[in-house]
């Protein structure tokens, strides 16, 4: 018998209206969701909250529209009156305005597909959806639903609990100086706007992309560089000597460098303290990013000049709630000024999220150890299978080196293994008694096939694949996220489904 079951399609994981993954049981569900089949989306109650417009902020839309007179436009609410003023810009010339009504704030536009879908975007890779329990508190307080579900909330001051559980990931600065975000992307992206703000009047406008990351920070890089040429890409995380070739090429124009310690999904980690000391030569700014394996068990703090990194993972780690944190070396260049423009563009956690968080961030040391202890002996299972094509995890011969530099502890792994198969992909997958579905650091147990939840464009036609091909990256590829659940149930599931 399988210690796991399965999850029908769509069901939230977890069981949660405010849960971060849902279930995609098979690769036909997983190519219907993309697609937007209805005979997938019927099903899907929820999705990742920067990627499906969660069901409350819908239904409190139509209520803020109907009321407002908004009749033939399409309403996107948002986290402040600031992201307003941001999306209104970024869809200037399309009829776009600021909404306002009984504190919640929104931007309505006329119907509109590309305007919708350029809406929908800006609001996924900045971080500027309003949280689906803000908008749930809206409803309750319109009457349009009974009372919030019952959870668990940290009873004292969140924000102060939260920083404390965290301070101890950033020796030098004060608890204080820990900037919490609604999301992770929308930590990264306040980096990105204040490394440019501060670069700029230096004639600094470029930024390099080491590796390839996660794709909305691609995306942050591709769309909002200040011009053409200035979104660089590095594809070779270990190669600096490349790297401080194309720092030569561009003299005096490179703003900043981006980089994922490790990297998603190729669990890939540069050497970080030559790649700190090769932007401090060239007057690069260095933003890291260490969600994969998280701030608890990678110290890059002393080596870049902002770390950014989601809370939704691992801190976060029951799976229900998005946040981010931005941190600034104290130590490092232009270290005031970037604290100013962080906090300048940074969205607050709402306050209810920022409760939740706390009830669990306290929990993360023990849910962290149960899954590092599983990761080895779920990678070293699957590096040895005869099925199994390439494994990437943190200890991976590549990059072992590199990881163990800044791992914490020796068995300070993070819970990410990446790997691909000899045989065809959808007969595994739809076989495989794990829980399936998009994002990590939790509690749960995730696999998914994530290249098609994450670069569905890329892996369906032959120029996409040729692009995913340069960087190494199989369009099979399958990311499994380690929980706190048995390492040998783990392991049994997976066996099952290569045989």
Request: glycine share 10%; hydrophobic share 45%; proline share 7%.
């Amino acid at each position: 018998m399988s210690a796991f079951s399965a999850i029908p399609l769509g069901r939230p994981i977890p069981d949660s209206p405010h849960a971060v993954s849902c279930s995609l049981p098979t690769m036909h569900a997983v190519r219907g969701y993309e697609e937007r089949s209805p005979d997938v989306m019927d099903h899907i109650a929820s999705g990742y909250p920067r990627f499906v417009v969660h069901a409350f902020s819908r239904r409190l839309a139509d209520r803020v529209a109907a009321e407002a007179g908004l009749s033939g436009q399409r309403l996107w609410l948002v986290s402040s009156e600031r992201m307003a003023e941001g999306l209104e810009s970024h869809l200037e010339g399309s009829g776009a305005a600021r909404v306002s009504f009984r504190g919640i704030w929104g931007v309505a536009h006329p119907e509109s597909a590309p305007v919708s879908s350029r809406a929908k975007l800006y609001l996924q890779h900045v971080g500027g959806f309003i949280s689906s329990r803000e908008a749930e508190d809206h409803l309750v307080r319109l009457g349009l639903e009974a009372a919030a579900r019952p959870e668990a909330q940290f009873a004292g001051d969140s924000g102060a609990e939260v920083r404390r559980r965290l301070a101890p990931a950033f020796p030098g600065l004060r608890p204080e100086e820990l900037m919490l975000a609604n999301s992770g992307m929308n930590a990264i992206h306040a980096a990105f706007r204040a490394v440019s703000e501060v670069q700029a009047c230096r004639g600094r406008t470029a930024w390099v992309q080491l590796g390839w990351l996660y794709l909305d920070t691609i995306a942050l890089l591709k769309k909002f560089t200040a011009g053409p040429g200035d979104y660089l890409h590095q594809r070779d995380v270990f190669d600096l000597g490349s790297l401080e070739r194309l720092f030569a090429s561009h003299p005096g124009r490179i703003a900043g460098l981006i980089t994922e310690v490790p990297t998603n999904p190729l669990v890939q980690t540069p050497d970080v303290g030559a790649l700190a000391a090769l932007c401090r030569r060239h007057g690069v700014r260095l933003v890291l990013d260490p969600t994969v394996s998280s701030a608890f068990s990678v110290e890059v703090m002393p080596h870049a000049d902002v770390v950014v990194t989601s809370l939704t993972k691992y801190a976060g780690n029951e799976g229900d709630i998005i946040a981010g944190l931005a941190a600034v070396n104290p130590a490092g260049a232009d270290a005031p000024a970037l604290r100013a423009g962080i906090a300048a563009h940074l969205e607050s956690p709402y306050p209810r999220d920022l409760a939740r968080l706390a009830s669990q961030i306290g929990k993360a040391s023990e849910v962290l150890a149960r899954i590092e202890e599983s990761t080895p002996r779920v990678a070293q299972f699957l590096s040895g299978h005869p099925g199994v094509r390439e494994v990437f995890w943190a200890q991976a011969p590549a990059s072992w080196e590199n990881y163990a530099r800044i791992a914490r502890l020796p068995g300070s792994v993070g819970g990410m293994i990446s790997f691909s198969l000899k045989g065809p992909l959808e007969p595994f997958y739809d076989r495989l008694r794990l829980p399936k579905g998009p994002s990590f650091g939790m509690r749960t147990t995730l696999i998914c096939p994530f290249m098609y939840l994450a670069h569905y464009d890329l892996v369906t036609t032959p120029e996409g694949r040729a692009e995913l091909a340069a960087s190494g990256l199989d369009p099979e590829l399958l990311r499994l996220c380690v929980g706190a659940e048995s390492g040998g149930d783990i392991i049994a599931a997976l066996d099952e489904a290569l045989a």
